[in-house]
């Protein structure tokens, strides 16, 4: 009997999926930002089939430590830009039963895998236009903050950028109502990929480490870069020692509590 193939492209602001025999593969290209004390601000790619999706970073920049030292009314103030040397790529992968992410935090790698979350969102009626995608609005609650997401049907996959996942269909904009998070896609491409070309290195997920050993070894790993830092600092100085109720660590680890 003869196949039939049926390709469909839609376009979204220059983007395109591919679907054939009801499955569905596609590369996504997304902005991610995070504004805590700074700005900062990251590219990434999101390639995704009906059964697995990788969010990995790139555009990866090497760039060189910067000191700043000012004076306020609390005393002085060290502001210090801690460049990667170590460039491999985060990503956040999601094969729909399991999920694992990497991270790297002070040139360390830490792989980690992550307990189910039940992702009860709420869904509204409310839709907006997303280049030529009819988008739908849905929010939830995770890990302190409030989220909305904006989901596109025709894409039907329960994937999403960063962690966000388990909607009816592709995350193509998600923000928390304070946008100290917020992750925007500008395109899709078309591509010829099968199950197997979603990017992922699984070499190292034996060895994954839970999310309170996470935190455990960020701590430990921050307190050692303090201590090195210290080391350089001029006679007279006091050591350096980790505040752990600055603005800045309090919202990156409510990230990953439970």
Not at 45 to 59: D, Q
Not at 91 to 117: C, M, S
């Amino acid at each position: 009997m003869q196949k039939i193939i049926i390709i469909l492209v839609v376009s979204l602001l220059g983007t395109s999926i591919l679907m054939a025999q009801n499955e569905i593969y596609g590369q996504i290209e997304y902005t991610h930002t995070t504004n805590f004390s700074r700005s900062f601000q990251r590219d990434y790619s999101l390639f995704f089939s009906a059964r697995h999706s990788n969010y990995i970073e790139k555009n990866i920049e090497k760039r060189k430590e910067k000191i700043d030292q000012e004076f306020n009314e609390i005393g002085q103030q060290i502001n210090r830009d801690v460049p990667r040397k170590n460039l491999t790529p985060q990503f956040f992968y999601n094969n729909r039963k399991d999920f694992y992410f990497r991270e790297i935090w002070l040139d360390q790698e830490l792989v980690v895998k992550e307990e189910p979350f039940q992702w009860k969102w709420n869904i509204t009626e409310e839709t907006r236009k997303i280049g030529r995608f009819n988008c739908q609005k849905a929010t939830i609650r995770f890990r302190g903050r409030d989220y909305i997401a904006w989901f596109a049907k025709d894409i039907p996959v329960p994937f999403g950028p960063w962690k966000f996942q388990g909607l009816s269909g592709l995350i193509l904009d998600v923000y928390d109502k304070d946008q100290v998070l917020r992750i925007t896609a500008s395109n899709v491409n078309i591509t010829n990929q099968s199950e197997g070309d979603v990017p992922i290195d699984q070499s190292k997920f034996a060895q994954a480490m839970d999310i309170e050993q996470y935190l455990v070894k960020k701590k430990e790993l921050l307190i050692e870069d303090l201590a090195r830092l210290s080391a350089r600092m001029p006679k007279g100085y006091q050591n350096l020692v980790l505040d752990e109720d600055c603005d800045d660590c309090k919202e990156q680890v409510e990230f990953f509590n439970k």
